[in-house]
Nanobody
Framework: QVQLVESGGGLVQAGGSLRLSCAASGSAFTINAMAWYRQGPEKQREFLASITSSSYGRTNYADSVKGRFTISIDNAKKSVYLQMNSLKPEDTAVYSC?????????WGQGTQVTVSS
C-alpha cells in the first residue's frame, strides 16, 4: 500500500506562483512515474504533467500548462513537485498527484488551488 499526501495549495493572485509537493510513503516500493492532475469546478479531471523516475526524468506536459508549470521529482524523498508560475483564474482547481509503482497506481486526496483575478 502506498499513500500520497499533497501540500502547497492555497489562494494566490493572478500572475502569482505556487509550488505543490506530493510525498509518497508506505512499504518498500519502486516508483516508475509520478504525475499531477487537476479537477476544476464542474470539470473533468485534467492531466497536467508527468515525470519518470529514471535518472533522466522524462517529462510530459499538457499544452494548457506548458511553459508555465514545471514538474520535478526527488527519488530519494519519494516526492514530486509542481512549480506553477503565471497562474490564471482558470487554474483554480483541486490538484492531485498520482504514482505509478510496482504495487500499482495510487492517488492523493488533492490540494485546493484558488487563483483570484
Amino acid at each position: 500500500q502506498v499513500q500520497l499526501v499533497e501540500s502547497g495549495g492555497g489562494l494566490v493572485q493572478a500572475g502569482g506562483s505556487l509550488r505543490l509537493s506530493c510525498a509518497a510513503s508506505g512499504s518498500a516500493f519502486t516508483i516508475n512515474a509520478m504525475a499531477w492532475y487537476r479537477q476544476g469546478p464542474e470539470k473533468q479531471r485534467e492531466f497536467l504533467a508527468s515525470i519518470t523516475s529514471s535518472s533522466y526524468g522524462r517529462t510530459n506536459y499538457a499544452d494548457s500548462v506548458k511553459g508555465r508549470f514545471t514538474i520535478s521529482i526527488d527519488n530519494a524523498k519519494k516526492s514530486v513537485y509542481l512549480q506553477m508560475n503565471s497562474l490564471k483564474p482558470e487554474d483554480t482547481a483541486v490538484y492531485s498527484c498520482k504514482i505509478v509503482c510496482d504495487y500499482g497506481t495510487y492517488w492523493g486526496q488533492g490540494t485546493q488551488v484558488t487563483v483570484s483575478s
